[in-house]
């Protein structure tokens, strides 16, 4: 990010009402508001350098969260490498490019880091990737990120870029931490307290089949390690699915169900022409309700 450090902090807050109330430095203040002071030779050097810094600010920060679209504020559109078209950003290439309007073999994503070129959005130069516009000095996105080609003006996203994963994520790095078994950031709660799964996270979503590792979308970690899509798991519950489609375990505690349909069974003794014979019913809990090992002992006995 540009601006960074205290340095230009500390100087704009010395300048204007906080200024120290010493006589001396108010009457040359009040001599800087003369006339003189058109000419520059009368402006303390410390001014001067004050009114340069906040002139750079302000060119740096021209239109600053007025430009972009739906999906980022940004001052540059890019030049997609794959197809040679300008879009706002990548998401608005692959919307674009992956509706049902663009024939099956013209579909793609646009590969990020292979981005070279970007506009402008205040004076639309097109120009090498870069955070700095080398034509009118403004800077095109807060955040920058040289690896990704990733321009954002909102920086309350908190973005950081995680070597590990090798792209940018958000909600601040200090809330993540790189689990390198499964293969990306997770947050910070689940460390050292979750299952890890080779390359969790490198699997489209079971539900919606969204690739989740670069998925914008909120993810949840199953207790059986595997992943999905936090809307997509509200949904499977909804309609009363409760076990993980990758490998049949519970998504969530299930004792108390368990413990209902022990109760309902011992109250619902077998005929004895079927006694020691399984029933489609044992399919139906192994399948949908997962614990199925606990009833298949119990049933077959
Ligand atoms: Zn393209
Ligand atoms: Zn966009
Ligand atoms: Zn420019
Ligand atoms: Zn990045
Ligand atoms: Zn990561
Ligand atoms: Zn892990
Ligand atoms: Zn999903
Ligand atoms: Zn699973």
């Not at 001067?48 to 559109?77: F, I, N, P, W």
């Not at 692959?94 to 970007?118: E, F, M, T, W, Y």
Request: glycine share 6%; aromatic share 8%.
């Amino acid at each position: 990010m540009y601006l960074e450090g205290g340095c230009l902090i500390d100087v704009l807050k010395s300048h204007g009402s906080d200024y120290p109330e010493d006589p001396d430095i108010i009457s040359k203040r009040t001599t800087d508001s003369c006339s003189q002071s058109s000419s520059g030779s009368w402006m303390l050097i410390e001014e001067a350098r004050d009114s340069a810094v906040t002139g750079a600010k302000q060119v740096l920060e021209r239109g600053l969260m007025q430009y972009g679209c739906a999906h980022y504020r940004r001052r540059c559109r890019i030049r997609a490498p794959c197809c040679n078209e300008i879009f706002d950003c990548r998401h608005c290439h692959n919307d674009a490019k992956n509706s049902i309007n663009v024939k099956g073999n013209h579909r793609h994503d646009l590969p990020r880091q292979q981005v070279q070129q970007v506009i402008c959005s205040l004076c639309g130069t097109e120009q090498e990737v870069q955070q700095i516009c080398v034509s009118c000095g403004v800077c095109m996105g807060k955040f920058f990120c040289d690896t990704c080609k990733l321009f954002d003006d909102d920086t309350s996203k908190e973005q950081y870029h995680c070597n590990g994963c090798g792209i940018c994520r958000i909600g601040g790095q200090e809330n993540f931490f790189h689990c390198c078994k499964c293969g990306c950031c997770y947050s910070i709660l689940l460390k050292n307290c979750h299952p890890c799964v080779e390359g969790a996270m490198h699997h489209d979503c079971p539900v919606c089949f969204e690739f989740l590792f670069e998925s914008t979308d909120d993810i949840s970690v199953l207790p059986c390690g595997h992943t999905i899509h936090m809307n997509c798991l509200k949904e499977m519950q909804q309609h009363l699915q409760y076990a993980c489609p990758l490998c049949s375990k519970s998504v969530c505690d299930m004792s108390k169900v368990w413990e209902k349909l022990d109760v309902e069974i011992a109250a619902t003794p077998m005929p004895e022409s079927y006694h020691n014979k399984m029933v489609s019913l044992l399919f139906f809990l192994s399948h949908a309700l997962t614990d199925c090992y606990k009833y298949s002992v119990f049933r077959s006995t």
